[in-house]
């Protein structure tokens, strides 16, 4: 990936860290990827920026992907303030972060759908955490779904800032716009 640095983690080197490495990509919010799928063209293609384009009085969420090529014992994400060109500022507070939870499907009605693991509900991340169910399988996608909720009086502008993603320890700044 291209767009993360991290206190522990070299971007350069493809985010490894300590031999161990982590894709981290974005996902659209109408995109429904499988967790035991690969996706190497979208990994390739797209970094970690969330980038979100919306309105006042609107919500616009996206999807931080994250791929480990080891087991992850655990994760979290904090959001921070954003801020505009104007000086502005877009409040952590405003933003919602959920762990989306996976279903294995077995069987089907219909003859040409997938079996595996479906994205289905999205659980706070604090509950996710909570429950300790914040670890991912080497080599599974996670997405941590990403919504930020505009208030009605929010002045209009571009604003740019970041959020930290904490993997075992290896912070991970993601850029937001």
Sequence with gaps: FTACNGEQNDAQNGGEA?????KLWYSYNTENLMQDLEY????????????M?????????????????????????KMNDLTSENGDVFAAEDFEVFAVWYIEITESYNNDAYYGFWPDGLVPLENYIAKRHNSIDAGQ????????????????GF??????????GVKYDIPVE
Excluded: C, F, H, K
């Excluded at 740019?160 to 075992?168: E, P, Y």
């Design 53 to 77: 384009y919306g309105v006042r009085n609107d919500a616009e969420p996206i999807q931080l992907m994250i791929t480990p090529n080891y087991d992850v014992i655990s994760y979290n994400l």
């Design 18 to 22: 300590a031999g161990n490495e982590v």
């Design 159 to 168: 604003y740019t800032g970041s959020a930290q993603l904490d993997i075992d």
């Design 141 to 156: 996608n996670q997405s941590i779904w990403v919504q930020a909720n505009i208030p009605a009086d929010q002045a209009p």
């Design 40 to 51: 190497p063209d979208l990994m390739q293609e797209r970094d970690s920026t969330l980038r």
